[in-house]
């Protein structure tokens, strides 16, 4: 046995009453499992068929979000909404999204902190700075010429 289907045998020992195969509580969250309607969970060949189904739409959106992110376009956004897609079907889906809204929660928390805030506002001055004095050697010995115009 590993931690993985330790982890499994706990969790369907938490299993909701009355909930679907396969549903099971989060610690401290909502049930988890397969979304699918009623009709469609109760033959297995049907439910398979709708997974492979959320699978594929799901990796077609994740996909063509790692795509959009060297090019224009919301690269992460896409990637989480198929994230999402595939939370509706897979329970390792809704708690990889589990965690990272648990994570994105707390980092935001963290950048509203008064330290922190005051922390970046310094760092932010002290690197304007340093451009405004690059920028000021630049001009002083250029002049307002573009680099490609320069004729040593």
Known sequence: MNAESDERIGAAA???PGSAAGDVTAPGGPVLGSRAP???K???TLHLSWQVGVFIVGLAVVVTGVIMLPLPGPGWLVIFAGMAIWATE???AQLVLHWTKRKVTEAAQRALDPKVRRRNLVLT???LVIIAVLCAIYV???GLA???KIEQ
């Open 38 to 40: 009623e009709f469609v």
């Open 140 to 142: 002083a010995k250029f």
């Open 125 to 127: 001055a002290v690197g």
């Open 146 to 148: 573009m680099p490609w």
């Open 42 to 44: 109760r033959w297995r």
């Open 90 to 92: 897979f329970v390792w």
């Open 14 to 16: 938490t299993a909701a």
